[in-house]
């Protein structure tokens, strides 16, 4: 779905509340707290807010997704529901709201200057199959351990050009060098190129 069909779909929970007889509360809708859009309801006591904002959405099979989301919440804080003006006590808290309904549009892609959305489970599924392509198709240890290529350059002439500089970077004048190798990983047409010194069961890297 695009975004014109999420409007629709805000705009029938907007008319569902209006034909349950609740009136729009315009008090409570003073400022901004990065919502797409917002409308609060009123009803005897209860005050509702219907909003619409973006929500990064972190899952169990996938790393994270945009996503609009739909949020109908009820306030409790009894500052607002005694309000009578549009002072800082009817602010409403949007962390606050008591959530009664939630509906997530994850954002699977753009298209044709447009941006498209599936809801819930199926987008879920949807983004969980795209990092599943990512992931067989850019395997970063796979990779890495195949592109990694080590060569031992241990020797006296090597030795006595580090050791001094090691030395004064560990702080320990006495210190003797195990092994000096280069290593050199590549990824597509990048090549990055350092030294690895082993000194003892520790290891100094030097780019």
């Not at 990065?34 to 609060?40: C, L, N, R, Y």
């Not at 962390?95 to 959305?117: M, N, Q, T």
């Not at 290593?183 to 030294?195: G, K, L, M, P, Q």
């Amino acid at each position: 779905m695009k975004s014109t069909e999420i409007n629709a779909i805000y705009a029938a929970k907007i008319s569902e509340f209006l034909n349950a007889g609740y009136q729009i509360n315009t008090n409570t809708m003073n400022g901004s707290q990065g919502e797409i859009a917002k409308i609060d309801f009123r009803k005897g006591n209860e005050v509702i807010r219907v909003m619409l904002h973006q929500e990064t959405i972190w899952g169990e099979n996938f790393r994270t997704a945009e996503a609009i989301v739909l949020t109908v919440g009820r306030c409790d804080d009894e500052r607002v529901i005694n309000a009578r003006g549009f002072g800082r006590d009817a602010i409403i808290w949007n962390e606050r709201l008591d959530v009664i309904e939630k509906r997530i549009f994850f954002k699977i892609g753009s298209r044709r200057d447009a941006d498209w959305y599936l809801e819930g489970e199926e987008g879920e599924a949807a983004m969980e199959k795209y990092y599943s392509r990512l992931r067989a198709k850019y395997d970063l240890e796979r990779v890495e351990e195949a592109r990694i290529r080590t060569k031992d350059i241990t020797s006296d002439e090597v030795r006595k050009v580090l050791l001094p500089a090691v030395r004064r970077h560990m702080g320990k004048p006495n210190m003797k060098m195990n092994r000096i190798a280069k290593v050199t990983r590549s990824w597509n047409d990048n090549r990055f190129e350092y030294t690895v010194i082993t000194v003892g069961k520790n290891r100094v890297v030097l780019h």
